[in-house]
């Protein structure tokens, strides 16, 4: 959040409480369709204090892929631990995945960014600009471990990493579109479970 959004916020300003509530209603809702009546009753700021603390809607839809970003960035660190086989890594990556796509009041909300930022980012060059840069971000965490496990001969030495890092995301892609689409927990752990066989393929198992 810029420094020039700071005025007219209100005595008792929570940034990062506001803007927790904004994106339930981003991802709820999704850009267009998250009216400033929508995001001022949420976050429980008048327009003209909603304006003071992050500019226009744009702004701080733009705020709230950032910080779902962030969050995505942290559990997948976590997920991918190294002193973890990589088998436990990736079904580590997709069941904390799981947990924040199957979470939604009134239905699974799937990914963020999937799910919200994928449609506006035609029309709004900077959600295009965020949705890129936090893909690849994804991919280049995972990418980093695949590299690791070709090195300590847990995948075949002609593997190619950053292919297997992008088929890793593009099953965690699928993962947010059929929990936003209702499949069932169970046929989501499925899917789950042949990804990582597909992407390990004879990586050692764990017990």
Same mark, same amino acid.
């Given at each position: @959040? &810029?420094?020039? &959004? !700071?005025?007219?916020? #209100?005595? +008792? *300003?929570?940034? &990062? +409480?506001?803007?927790?509530?904004?994106?339930?209603? *981003?991802?709820?809702?999704?850009?267009?369709?998250?009216?400033?009546?929508? %995001?001022?009753?949420?976050?429980? %700021?008048?327009? #003209?204090?909603?304006?003071?603390?992050? =500019?226009?809607?744009?702004?701080?839809?733009?705020?709230?892929?950032?910080?779902?970003?962030?969050? $995505? @960035?942290?559990?997948?660190?976590?997920?991918?631990? #190294?002193?973890?086989?990589?088998?436990?890594?990736?079904?580590?990556?997709?069941? $904390?995945?799981?947990?924040?796509?199957?979470? =939604?009041?009134?239905?699974?909300?799937?990914?963020?960014?999937?799910?919200?930022?994928?449609?506006?980012?035609?029309?709004?060059?900077?959600?295009?600009?965020? /949705? =890129?840069?936090?893909?690849?971000?994804?991919?280049?965490?995972?990418? !980093?471990? @695949?590299?690791?496990?070709?090195?300590?001969?847990?995948? #075949?030495? =002609?593997?190619?990493?950053?292919? /297997?890092?992008?088929?890793?995301?593009?099953?965690?892609?699928?993962?947010?579109?059929?929990?936003?689409?209702?499949?069932?927990?169970?046929?989501?752990?499925?899917? +789950?479970?042949?990804?990582?066989? %597909?992407?390990?393929?004879?990586?050692?198992?764990?017990?």
């Amino acid at each position: @959040m &810029k420094d020039e &959004k !700071k005025r007219g916020r #209100p005595r +008792a *300003f929570d940034a &990062k +409480a506001a803007l927790g509530k904004a994106r339930d209603v *981003f991802w709820d809702r999704g850009f267009a369709a998250a009216s400033l009546d929508n %995001l001022s009753a949420a976050t429980n %700021l008048n327009r #003209p204090s909603l304006y003071g603390a992050f =500019g226009d809607k744009e702004d701080l839809y733009l705020d709230t892929l950032e910080g779902y970003r962030q969050d $995505g @960035m942290d559990v997948l660190t976590e997920a991918l631990d #190294p002193s973890l086989p990589l088998r436990d890594n990736i079904a580590r990556v997709y069941a $904390g995945a799981l947990t924040i796509y199957l979470h =939604g009041e009134t239905a699974a909300r799937g990914c963020l960014l999937i799910g919200t930022a994928s449609a506006e980012a035609i029309q709004h060059e900077r959600v295009r600009e965020v /949705l =890129g840069r936090s893909l690849n971000d994804f991919d280049d965490e995972i990418e !980093k471990r @695949m590299r690791l496990a070709v090195d300590r001969g847990e995948l #075949p030495r =002609g593997a190619d990493p950053q292919m /297997l890092a992008r088929l890793a995301s593009a099953v965690m892609h699928s993962l947010a579109v059929r929990a936003r689409a209702g499949d069932s927990r169970e046929t989501l752990e499925a899917i +789950a479970r042949s990804g990582v066989e %597909l992407i390990c393929g004879s990586a050692p198992r764990t017990g």
